[in-house]
T-cell receptor, first 115, second 114 residues
Framework: DAGVIQSPRHEVTEMGQEVTLRCKPI?????LFWYRQTMMRGLELLIY????????DSGMPEDRFSAKMPNASFSTLKIQPSEPRDSAVYFC?????????????FGPGTRLTVL | AQSVSQHNHHVILSEAASLELGCNYS??????LFWYVQYPGQHLQLLLK??????LVKGIKGFEAEFIKSKFSFNLRKPSVQWSDTAEYFC????????????FGIGTKLQVIP
């Protein structure tokens, strides 16, 4: 298995531009998570999908952030418009929710820099 | 809601020294506990996990952790660290079953000096 795949690995953009981050979870996993990691705040959960449905989006910072999961093998996190304070590493993780066995597998992350 | 505290934010050790990283959580019910490691420039990888059974859990690369329910703790240990253990270590907790929101600690940066 290729693991969780994220693209792009690095993104540099200017303030005000739209940014789209992509994630392909591990095949067969039914839960997907988007995290943001910064030096100041550590690892924060942004949104959680179960069976393609957003279950908990309480961590999404504001309306500029949106996430979709149109099918079981693809998710996007969009920032529009982007701001310098959005600069961070964004991780996608997936797991198979089957009761107590809920280990999450992380992707390599997207390092976003907003100038 | 659950929370996780990692007491040591930055630890510096010499090679062959013993390691113990503290982790305490708060949650009233049954939990699953994890330690993840993030090597420089890489993504998080699972080091070990506790779901039930023996409270002493052995993970990869000689790491182990002990779940002490009465203390709400899940400390990570390694008897002899190597330079290659230089990384950031995250403790995480999630309620067992159902919606599985995982709460991560702030992380502990470990620097091992050769």
């Amino acid at each position: 298995d290729a693991g969780v795949i994220q693209s792009p690995r690095h993104e540099v953009t200017e303030m005000g531009q739209e940014v789209t981050l992509r994630c392909k979870p591990i095949s067969g996993h039914n839960s997907l998570f988007w995290y943001r990691q910064t030096m100041m705040r550590g690892l924060e959960l942004l949104i959680y999908f179960n069976n393609n449905v957003p279950i908990d989006d309480s961590g999404m910072p504001e309306d500029r952030f949106s996430a979709k999961m149109p099918n079981a093998s693809f998710s996007t996190l969009k920032i529009q418009p982007s701001e310098p304070r959005d600069s961070a590493v964004y991780f996608c993780a997936s797991s198979f929710n089957r009761g107590r066995n809920n280990e999450q597998f992380f992707g390599p992350g997207t390092r976003l820099t907003v100038l | 809601a659950q929370s996780v505290s990692q007491h040591n934010h930055h630890v510096i050790l010499s090679e062959a020294a013993s390691l113990e990283l503290g982790c305490n959580y708060s949650y009233g019910g049954t939990v699953n506990l994890f330690w993840y490691v993030q090597y420089p420039g890489q993504h998080l990888q699972l080091l070990l996990k506790y779901f039930s059974g023996d409270p002493l859990v052995k993970g990869i690369k000689g790491f182990e952790a002990e779940f002490i329910k009465s203390k709400f703790s899940f400390n990570l240990r390694k008897p002899s660290v190597q330079w290659s253990d230089t990384a950031e270590y995250f403790c995480a907790v999630t309620p067992s079953g159902g919606y599985q929101k995982v709460t991560f600690g702030i992380g502990t940066k470990l620097q091992v000096i050769p």
